[in-house]
C-alpha cells in the first residue's frame, strides 16, 4: 500500500476554519505574537495557543522564542502554496459592509503571498517580465534567460547569490484572485524584498496588502512597463 494516511492529518488540521484564519494571516509572510493571531482569527487567545500548539507540532506552523514572547510564521513556503491552492478554488467571502469591500479590493491589487508579490500587480508584473525577455516561461515554471540576468544585476539582484539558497529559485505560483501564475520562489522573494527597499511598496499593518507609493507608481511604469 503506496497511500499515506498522514496527508488525511494534516489536511484535518488545516481545514479547521480557525486554523484556516490563522494560516492565511501568516501568509503575509511575518511572524505574529498569539494575541495577534487571535484578534485576526476572531477567536480568544487560548483557543490560539492550542490550534497553534498542534500545527507548530505537524511543522506546518514554526515557533520563534524571545524573551517570554513567541512569535509564529508558516513552516516553509511549501506550506504557503497549500493554502494559496485552497484560495484559489474556495468560494469568495460575502462582503457584507464598506470596510470588507475596501479591504477585498486592496487585497486584490496588491499583496504578499508568503514572502513575494501576488494580486493584480504581482501577476502584471511577471507577465510584463515574461514580455521583456526576461524571464522565460514554460508549463513547468520560469527560468531566468540571458537578458534576465543582466536586467537584474542592474536592479540590484544577484540571481547567482540567490541561486544558492536551499529553495526554488523561480516557481509558478497561482494567483487566487487573478487566476494567473505569478512569479514566487528564492527570486520572487528577492524581487518583493527590493521594490520595498526602493520604497515603490509598502506593507500595511495587520493585512496582507501592500500599497504603492507614488514613486513606485513611477518606478514600475518606466522598469517594467507597468500602468497601475
Not at 101 to 106: D, F, I, T
Not at 149 to 154: G, I, L
Not at 178 to 198: D, F, I, T, W
Request: charged share 25%; with cysteine; net charge positive.
Amino acid at each position: 500500500m503506496n497511500a499515506n494516511p498522514n496527508v488525511a492529518m494534516i489536511a484535518t488540521l488545516v481545514s479547521e476554519a480557525s486554523r484556516a484564519a490563522i494560516l492565511t494571516t501568516l501568509l503575509d509572510g511575518r511572524y505574529h505574537t498569539t494575541s495577534e493571531l487571535a484578534y485576526m482569527a476572531g477567536i480568544e487567545p487560548q483557543t490560539a495557543s492550542f490550534h497553534l500548539a498542534k500545527m507548530v507540532d505537524v511543522n506546518i506552523v514554526t515557533v520563534e522564542k524571545q524573551g517570554r514572547h513567541r512569535y509564529y510564521g508558516i513552516q516553509n513556503q511549501e506550506v504557503a502554496q497549500v493554502m494559496e491552492s485552497f484560495l484559489s478554488i474556495a468560494p469568495p467571502i460575502e462582503i457584507k459592509s464598506l470596510k470588507q469591500a475596501s479591504e477585498a479590493k486592496a487585497m486584490r491589487l496588491a499583496r504578499t503571498c508568503y514572502d513575494h508579490l501576488a494580486g493584480n500587480l504581482g501577476v502584471q508584473l511577471t507577465e510584463s517580465l515574461v514580455k521583456m525577455g526576461v524571464l522565460y516561461e514554460d508549463k513547468n515554471g520560469f527560468s531566468v534567460t540571458e537578458k534576465g540576468e543582466a536586467f537584474f544585476s542592474n536592479f540590484q539582484i544577484d540571481c547567482k547569490k540567490i541561486k544558492k539558497k536551499r529553495r526554488s529559485f523561480t516557481h509558478k505560483c497561482l494567483d487566487w484572485s487573478e487566476r494567473r501564475h505569478h512569479l514566487s520562489g528564492a527570486l520572487g522573494n528577492a524581487l518583493l524584498e527590493r521594490l520595498l527597499e526602493l520604497n515603490w511598496i509598502q506593507r500595511l499593518p495587520n493585512t496582507r496588502a501592500i500599497k504603492i507609493t507614488p514613486d513606485g507608481k513611477k518606478g514600475l511604469k518606466e522598469t517594467f512597463f507597468l500602468q497601475i
